[in-house]
């Protein structure tokens, strides 16, 4: 693990320490995530916020920009540029996931827990890639280290006479808990995985079909892939696309 588990539990234990869930709403969100990270990847506050050049990095410590990013890739696109044509430091970019759940329903006046229950959800490889293809031209470029970081959290939901309501609208509070797992990409050869089991060509519909991906996850990630020169794409016999392998030495 390139990050520190019991490090990073402790911080967030810190941050929910003392406070009221309730009194927080609105004021953190995914702004405690991302504090707890800059912490996680610096303990010097110094080396936060850190100017580097035409831009504020998070964390700015020993030749290398850390970003922390809990949203989307796309706003990120000219600053990540800069740092890797206008510099020479290495730029590590982490991006945390909520892997797993737990919704937590609580009557606002009271604070009385209604119902608790584990999200459904499960995050996919595609969205993952769909990010990732926001900053293609980027991640060739070694000096460029992605982290993923599958994180369970707790999500308090607030609101009035909830009791008898599944839905409704309410105020919300996460509070994330621990690191389950990580994943790291840096370079064309740590997407080559994405490929495992594949034909020499095939199609979208195949791919999709055999890594159950769909709409802009399934695209996304096949245009990844032949940004980074892993596929080529050719049109078909029956005029749809086919991709083909490219076996590089």
Not at 47 to 76: C, M, W
Request: hydrophobic letters at 35%; proline letters at 2%; charged letters at 35%.
């Amino acid at each position: 693990m390139m990050f520190d588990r019991e490090k990073f539990a402790k911080l967030c234990a810190e941050e929910s320490a003392g406070e009221s869930c309730a009194d927080s709403i609105g004021l953190y969100k995914e702004k405690r995530l991302h504090r707890i990270l800059k912490l996680l990847s610096c303990e010097n506050m110094s080396a936060h916020e850190v100017k580097v050049g035409n831009y504020v990095a998070d964390v700015f410590e020993k030749g290398r920009i850390t970003e922390i990013q809990t949203g989307s890739f796309y706003p990120l696109r000219e600053k990540l540029a800069y740092y890797l044509c206008e510099t020479d430091y290495a730029v590590r970019l982490v991006h945390p996931v909520i892997a797993e759940k737990r919704i937590v329903r609580i009557e606002r006046e009271s604070g009385e827990v209604i119902r608790s229950r584990r999200s459904p959800k499960r995050v996919e490889m595609g969205e993952i890639m769909r990010e990732i293809y926001w900053i293609s031209e980027l991640v060739k470029n070694e000096r460029l280290e992605i982290v993923v970081l599958y994180i369970s959290a707790d999500e308090y939901r607030y609101s009035e006479a909830v009791r008898y309501r599944r839905s409704g609208k309410y105020d919300s509070e996460l509070l994330p808990r621990e690191i389950l797992s990580e994943e790291r990409f840096c370079g064309v050869e740590s997407y080559k995985f994405l490929l495992d089991g594949t034909p020499e060509r095939f199609s979208a519909k195949e791919y999709g079909a055999r890594k159950k991906l769909r709409g802009r996850e399934l695209y996304s990630t096949l245009n990844l892939l032949t940004a980074l020169g892993l596929l080529e794409r050719e049109k078909g016999t029956n005029k749809a696309y086919e991709y083909r392998r490219v076996n590089k030495t």
